[in-house]
C-alpha cells in the first residue's frame, strides 16, 4: 500500500540574520515581509542596539533591491541616513554567488545547539 500527502504551506515569514563569526555573536528578526522598511528598521538595530559603540560596521549583501543606500534615504530622508550609515561599509556579493548558503550553514549551526 502507498502513502501519499500533499504540502500545505501554513504562511511564510522573513528572517534578517546578522553573523559575527569570531565574536561568537548572531542576531535574528523575524518580519512578516522582505521590505524596503523592513531591512531599514533592522539596520537601524543593528547600529543603534546592537553595534552602538561600534565606530564601523560591515554589512554583507545580496544584491536584493532593498539592500542599498537609496532606500534609506527613501524610508528616513537624505540627512537622518546619512548620520546612520556614515558607520556602515556595504560589501555586496557577486550576482551569482551562493550568499544564502552562509545564513543557511550559521542557522544550522545555531539549531542543531539549541
Not at 538595530?45 to 546592537?50: A, H, I, K, S
Request: contains cysteine; positive net charge.
Amino acid at each position: 500500500m502507498r502513502l501519499d500527502y500533499e504540502y500545505v504551506r501554513a504562511g511564510t515569514c522573513n528572517l534578517f540574520v546578522a553573523v559575527e563569526p569570531k565574536g561568537g555573536q548572531r542576531t535574528v528578526k523575524v518580519t512578516d515581509r522582505r521590505t524596503k522598511a523592513d531591512f531599514v528598521t533592522f539596520v537601524q538595530y543593528l547600529l543603534q542596539q546592537v553595534y552602538a559603540k561600534a565606530k564601523r560596521v560591515h554589512l554583507v549583501l545580496d544584491n536584493l533591491n532593498t539592500h542599498f543606500r537609496k532606500g534609506f534615504e527613501e524610508m528616513l530622508g537624505v540627512k537622518e541616513a546619512r548620520a546612520l550609515l556614515r558607520r556602515a561599509v556595504f560589501h555586496y556579493t557577486p550576482k551569482h554567488a551562493s550568499w544564502l548558503n552562509m545564513a543557511e550553514i550559521e542557522s544550522a549551526s545555531w539549531i542543531a545547539s539549541v
